[in-house]
C-alpha cells in the first residue's frame, strides 16, 4: 500500500497506551503513598498555618489599599484640572521678560489664585461612605504623595505577612522535588 507504516503505527499506539495505562496506575499509587507521609503531611499543616496566620493580616491590609485606590480616584479628576491649571499658569509666568513688571505680578497674582481655588471631591472613607470634602492645589498636590507612599508600605508590608506562607510552599515544593521522582 501507499502507506506501509499505519498497521506499525496502530500497533505502537496500542502498546504505548497500556504501557501509560500501567505507569498511570502505578504514579497515582506512588503519589498517594507519597501523600500520607508524616513529613509531608507536617510540611503540608506548616504551609496551612501560614497562610491561615497570613489571611487576616492580608485581608486588612488589602481593604487598606482598596480605600487608597478609592480616594486616589475619587481625586484624580481635581488633581489633574489643579496641576494643569497651576502648571499653564507657571509656564506663563516664566516666559514673562524680566522688564515687565506688572505683568509678572499680575500672573504671580493668579497663581496664586489657582493655588488656592479649592476643588470638590467626594472623598472615601472606610465603611463604604462618602463624605464630600473641598482640598486647593497644594493639598491635593500632598494628598496624592502621601496616598501613594502609603499605597506602596502597605504593599511592601503584605509582601512581609505573605512572606512565611510563601518560604512554606517552597519547602513542600523542595521536599516533593527531592523525594518523589519523575516531576
Known sequence: GLRPWRSYQSEFSRVY???????YKQRKADEQKFNST???????ANMKAATDAARTEGQQIAQQI?????????????????????GSITYQLEQIGENNRSAYDSKKKDLDDAKNQTYDVAWPVEGGKIEPRKFN????NNLFTSIMTSKAKLVAQRGQVDQPAEDAQDKINRYVKEHLPGL
Do not use: H, I, N, W
Not at 497506551?17 to 505507569?23: A, G, I, N, P, R
Not at 508524616?38 to 503540608?44: E, F, T
Open 38 to 44: 508524616p513529613q509531608y503531611q507536617k510540611l503540608l
Open 137 to 140: 492645589y497644594d493639598q491635593l
Open 17 to 23: 497506551s497500556s504501557y501509560l495505562e500501567k505507569q
Open 66 to 86: 482598596d480605600l487608597l485606590d478609592r480616594q486616589r480616584a475619587a481625586m484624580t479628576d481635581a488633581f489633574q484640572l489643579a496641576r494643569g491649571l497651576v
